[in-house]
């Protein structure tokens, strides 16, 4: 028969859980980006995101207080050869979501249309909720479709979390693998150059000794 537990003293089948909840207190949501947008101006926020990642956003633009007009602004998402994944114009309010089909590095720009203010206007004010990877998932969706119980979404989200983890992981092992092939195919190259430079020195100091030689002894300074 199997003694108790003793009391204070954690049961073994728990504790594997621990670090699990350790990594739910530390990752935590996101929080949503703001900042002013001039008139006539154009700012882009820049993100580097893994390839296969499903990204979802939220802006809002506000009208300066006081306008007579509502807000004006162009919302343009593209990644670093230009392709377009999302664009809107006179943009106020929406949703966007994609998703990446390679590690890339994806810019949302943000373009006024309303004229340059007097100074007494203030800007538009524009805020934007950008999510990725596990943070983009709807995991309340997921457990209406598949009945999961609040314990079930958690380790579901745990899951996806350590995955996502892992592969950042395996791609920043990837990098290092490819930054030290480049050191090392760097160096060996350096050491062939250094190597030519050397043996082009001494083929020309070997040259200049025997033309001197030659030179002195055709006016017959040296025998």
């Keep these: 028969m199997p003694l108790p537990p003793l009391p204070g003293r954690p049961l073994l089948g728990r504790a594997p859980l621990l670090p699990l909840l350790l990594l739910l207190l530390l990752v935590g949501p996101a929080r949503p980006i703001s900042f002013q947008l001039p008139g006539k101006a154009r700012k ?78 203030p800007d538009q004010l524009v805020t934007l909720d950008m999510k990725h990877g596990v943070e983009a998932k709807n995991y309340e969706e997921i457990a209406k479709v598949e009945k999961l119980k609040p314990l079930e979404v958690e380790l579901r989200r745990l899951e996806d979390l350590s995955e996502s983890i892992v592969n950042d992981f395996a791609y920043m092992k990837k990098r290092e693998e490819e930054m030290r092939d480049t050191n090392e195919s760097t160096n060996t190259r350096v050491l062939y150059f250094s190597i030519f430079s050397m043996c082009c020195l001494i083929g020309l100091a070997t040259w200049q000794v025997f033309y001197l030689r030659r030179f002195f002894k055709a006016k017959k300074l040296i025998e």
Excluded: Q
């Design 44 to 121: 882009c926020l820049r993100e580097e995101i893994h390839r296969d990642t499903l990204v979802t956003g939220e802006y809002e633009i506000s009208a300066p207080p006081g306008s007579s007009t509502g807000p004006s602004a162009n919302l343009k998402i593209t990644d670093s050869a230009g392709h377009i994944l999302y664009a809107k114009e006179d943009a106020t309010k929406g949703k966007f979501a994609f998703t990446t089909e390679d590690y890339d590095m994806f810019e949302a720009c943000f373009e006024s249309k309303l004229p340059v203010g007097t100074g007494r206007m």
